[in-house]
């Protein structure tokens, strides 16, 4: 994958944080998770289990989106690095200058 793809998918995955759907989707699912562990028997320990992978799935899916949105970010700045280091010189004495 290219830095650029890299970036857009990064960007795209900022906007999904972002959103209200999104948000209450996430909460909802992680307060559902806690209410069927709640009224889990304390005898059915492979419910028990099941939900607690459950809510680690929920927060590792959490994770990797961040994680998308950070590597983004990085690629963006390489993007605008590069960029910078393949101006001619006196393009950058202007950009400096002004």
Request: net charge positive; hydrophobic share 40%; aromatic share 6%.
């Amino acid at each position: 994958m290219t830095e650029q793809q890299t970036a857009n998918i990064g960007t795209e995955a900022q906007r999904v944080i972002e959103s209200e759907a999104y948000k209450q989707a996430m909460t909802n699912l992680k307060a559902q998770i806690v209410d069927n562990w709640r009224q889990c028997p304390v005898r059915d320990s492979e419910g028990q289990l099941l939900l607690l992978q459950l809510a680690k799935l929920a927060d590792k899916f959490e994770a990797i989106m961040t994680g998308m949105v950070q590597a983004g970010k990085l690629a963006q700045h390489q993007i605008n690095l590069d960029s910078e280091r393949n101006e001619s010189a006196t393009r950058k004495f202007f950009r400096r200058v002004a």
